[in-house]
T-cell receptor, first 113, second 112 residues
Framework: DAGVIQSPRHEVTEMGQEVTLRCKPI?????LFWYRQTMMRGLELLIY????????DSGMPEDRFSAKMPNASFSTLKIQPSEPRDSAVYFC???????????FGPGTRLTVL | DQQVKQNSPSLSVQEGRISILNCDYT??????FLWYKKYPAEGPTFLIS?????DKNEDGRFTVFLNKSAKHLSLHIVPSQPGDSAVYFC???????????FGKGTRLSVIA
C-alpha cells in the first residue's frame, strides 16, 4: 500500500486566496483525521471523519476552514480566504478503527504571504 | 488547557548513551498512550504504545514507562543512534473513543 497520500506537498499562496488540500487515506481505513502542526501549538486535531461522516469539527479554527469527504478514498481541507496565520504543515491521517494507531501522510506545507 | 505536555522542546544525547523523553498528562481518564516519531518533511509514524494496565512496554531499543500516580510517562532509547534524531510526540486517549491528544513534541538530536 502506498500509505496516506497528500497533495500538494508545498503550497505558497497570497492572503485572501482559496487553498485546497487533498488527502487519499489508506484503503480500508474507516477513520480520517486532519491535523495542523505549528511551532506554538504543536499537533492540533482539526476534524475527523468516520465512514465519510464528519464526527467532530471542534478543532476547526474558524468558518474559513471547511473539510469534506465525498467518498472513502478522498478528502479535502479548504481554507477560504487564507490568512498568513494559517501558515503551517497540515497532515492527514487514517486508521482502520479505534484510535491506537494512526497512519500519517507526509503533510502539506502551506505558506500564506 | 494542554492535556498532554512535553516540557522539553529539545534534547541532545551522545551516540550510544540513553535518551529519555518525558511526557506529563492531566486527564486521569486517559488509558492508552502512544509515542510517535517524526522526521523532517515526513509525517509522524507510530513508535510504541502502552495501556494503563501496564507500567512498562519494551520493543527493542525502545521502552515506555508509565507512572499513573504521577500522570507521567517516559520513552527510553538505549543505545541512542544518530538515526534516532527526530521529533518525538507523546499522545494519549481515553476509553470513550475520543481522538488522540498530542503533546507539542521534543526534538531529539543524537550526536555521533
Amino acid at each position: 500500500d502506498a500509505g496516506v497520500i497528500q497533495s500538494p506537498r508545498h503550497e505558497v499562496t497570497e492572503m485572501g486566496q482559496e487553498v485546497t488540500l487533498r488527502c487519499k487515506p489508506i484503503s480500508g481505513h474507516d477513520y480520517l483525521f486532519w491535523y495542523r502542526q505549528t511551532m506554538m501549538r504543536g499537533l492540533e486535531l482539526l476534524i475527523y471523519f468516520n465512514n465519510n461522516v464528519p464526527i467532530d469539527d471542534s478543532g476547526m479554527p474558524e468558518d474559513r476552514f471547511s473539510a469534506k469527504m465525498p467518498n472513502a478514498s478522498f478528502s479535502t481541507l479548504k481554507i477560504q480566504p487564507s490568512e498568513p496565520r494559517d501558515s503551517a504543515v497540515y497532515f492527514c491521517a487514517s486508521s482502520f478503527s479505534g484510535w491506537d494507531t494512526q497512519y500519517f501522510g507526509p503533510g502539506t506545507r502551506l505558506t500564506v504571504l | 488547557d494542554q492535556q498532554v505536555k512535553q516540557n522539553s522542546p529539545s534534547l541532545s544525547v551522545q551516540e550510544g548513551r540513553i535518551s529519555i523523553l518525558n511526557c506529563d498528562y492531566t486527564n486521569s481518564m486517559f488509558d492508552y498512550f502512544l509515542w510517535y516519531k517524526k522526521y523532517p518533511a515526513e509525517g509522524p509514524t507510530f513508535l510504541i504504545s502502552i495501556s494503563s494496565i501496564k507500567d512498562k512496554n519494551e520493543d527493542g531499543r525502545f521502552t515506555v514507562f508509565l507512572n499513573k500516580s504521577a500522570k507521567h510517562l517516559s520513552l527510553h532509547i538505549v543505545p541512542s543512534q544518530p538515526g534516532d534524531s527526530a521529533v518525538y510526540f507523546c499522545a494519549a486517549r481515553n476509553s470513550g473513543n475520543t481522538p488522540l491528544v498530542f503533546g507539542k513534541g521534543t526534538r531529539l538530536s543524537v550526536i555521533a
